[in-house]
């Protein structure tokens, strides 16, 4: 990798670099600049107002822990080529190069395509541009590449996306049952057999770790104020798409006008889409807020009075149901494995001596106003 390093000051970890070439290019890319304008944590800071991230300081968080995983597992003798780790990095930094604004409300209304697999329409787009440069990323971030521990450091139990969010998050947050020893798990990783593991040495720091994201998800992620926001935003793109459908006029930018009121019968052109997609940010549908209180259709207009004045739902279109599931540590697909001194791996579950919340804890909700004037 290049030794020319641009640097960066970041919040959480002070000075964070990216090599010049293939990744400072890609950082520097329209694509990957939009994260500059799309919130991490979406609506969270409508309870915690520190909430207010971006994707892009996420996206070069990870990349940071990635360099330094990368060098603590060449250090225990894992061979890892320059072209690899290149490629691990690269696939960090663009793993959520195709998440939309205001968090997931628009894979469920508009949008028919899920975050990952936008990103990896991205990723496919700019190894066209970079003349097949991400090929091996690709690879990685698409677990087809035979070290499967690449992978796993870009989307596994472990991986330097979940361990950057749940610092990163914690940190803006304030809320500080969120904060992970992350350096600390990251210095016991290692590779056996091809997969990720940690030694035995950081068996309390995984423990801490799958607490964490527990509280993380019921106090931020999934917390009854943030839902009820997301929600709202929800019902009111869906709102929109049925008065568009329907030949109404709405005020919106041109990109969110073609999600808005494409047919969604017709099976759209991937570049078109990409085209659009890549223009649209936190900014497009805040301005649709803002226009969108002084419509003629009620629902439209409450529902965009509500979100701006933060008049919220307490937790058909105005009121809803549903609910939320989490699974602090989901033992049923990739298990987290610990590595002892005496050779033996064994699944933390079997090995931990604290309950690790294996069980999917669901909670229903209704969101209705407070009050309808």
Known sequence: MNNKLKIFNDPVYGFVS???GLLLELADH???QRLRRIRQVGLAHYVYPGALHTRFHHALGALHLMQQAIEVLRSKGTEISDEEAEAAC????????????????????IVDLHHEQLSLLFMEALNRHFKGSLTLAIDIFADRYPKKFLHQLVSGQLDMDRMDYLNRDSFFTGVSEGVIGYDRIIKMLAVHEGELVVEEKGIYSI??????????YWQVYLHKTNVSAEHMVIHLLRRARELALNGVELEASKHLRWFLYRDSAEKPDIPELLGHFSQLDDVDIAAAIKAWRESGDFVL?????????????RLEHLVFDGRESNRAYDDTQEQIKILFKDGRVLPIDECSDVPLYTQEVTKYFICYPKEVQ
């Open 90 to 109: 690269v696939a960090i930094l663009l793993h959520d190069i195709g998440h939309g604004p205001y968090s997931h409300a628009l894979e469920h209304t």
């Open 207 to 216: 423990e801490k770790f799958l607490i964490a994201r527990r509280l993380m």
């Open 18 to 20: 990216v090599p010049h």
């Open 30 to 32: 329209p694509y990957f």
């Open 301 to 313: 207009s409450y529902l965009s009075t509500g979100l701006l004045d933060r008049k919220l739902f």
